[in-house]
């Protein structure tokens, strides 16, 4: 089973019909994508995922605010929303749902606030305290949370304590940072900054005790373009994919 979780920038835009056959090409189960809208090239995209046989969708997009980015979670099995009483309030950057598989789980796709928000750390708090005494069942929570580990996830300072602490408290209630637990301190990184060309890892799956042993692979790609080489191309951050057994 394969999860691909993906910010697809600011809904897709001239981008969308690129992003569809890089999903195509990585043939995924499921998928999470942030910064989804409800504009017309998310819509399209929304269309082509079908296409592949991920019929089963679910969205945060805002039909009031169609420019707004939201999330959307699309796969091969129906899709339950799933009403957790700690997550996270924020409009539109959370979504729970329950994929009836015939091993099923929890996808809980995630799309942290900037700090300039002032959003950011309640939203932070509440996946942390949605973590603690877990009794959901197998579950992992995916997307971009816009944090990282000092030292190890930056290329140059930008995370501070407080977000190294939060994936250090996660991994504490027994969530496991997958990349980390295949990959140990690897440098990889899914976002580079537009000025200095600085990598960091902004992007994570965090995956409960449940399903930790089935965890096959993980791994960071950057979606190429037929038309246009750049690393960049179809989206300013990479994709995180996770194969599960």
Do not use: C
């Not at 496991?176 to 690897?186: G, I, L, V």
Request: glycine share 8%; hydrophobic share 40%; net charge positive.
């Amino acid at each position: 089973m394969r999860i691909v979780a993906w910010n697809i920038r600011a809904g897709g835009g001239v981008r969308a019909d690129g992003i569809g056959d890089q999903l195509r090409a990585w043939r995924p189960d499921i998928v999470a994508l942030s910064e989804f809208r409800g504009t017309p090239p998310s819509q399209r995209l929304a269309a082509n995922l079908s296409d592949l046989g991920l019929v089963h969708q679910r969205s945060t997009a805002d039909p009031n605010a169609l420019a707004a980015n939201r999330l959307l979670v699309a796969a091969r099995w129906p899709l339950r929303l799933r009403s957790l009483r700690k997550a996270p309030q924020d409009p539109g950057r959370w979504l729970a749902v329950n994929v009836v598989a015939p091993a099923s789980f929890m996808v809980g796709a995630m799309h942290a606030p900037n700090r300039v928000t002032g959003r950011k750390y309640p939203y932070l708090d509440a996946v942390r305290a949605l973590t603690e005494n877990w009794r959901g069942g197998p579950a992992v929570l995916a997307g971009d949370t816009n944090s990282g580990r000092i030292g190890i996830d930056e290329e140059s300072p930008a995370f501070n304590r407080r977000e190294d602490g939060w994936i250090a408290s996660l991994e504490a209630a027994g969530w496991a940072d997958a990349f980390r637990q295949k990959h140990s301190d690897r440098p990889a990184y899914s976002w580079y900054s537009p000025n200095g060309g600085n990598g960091f890892r902004l992007d994570q799956a965090f995956v409960n005790a449940a399903l930790i042993s089935r965890i096959r692979d993980v791994r960071y790609e950057w979606g190429r373009s037929a038309h246009d080489d750049r690393r960049d191309a179809l989206s300013d951050h990479a994709a995180l994919i996770v194969d599960l057994r």
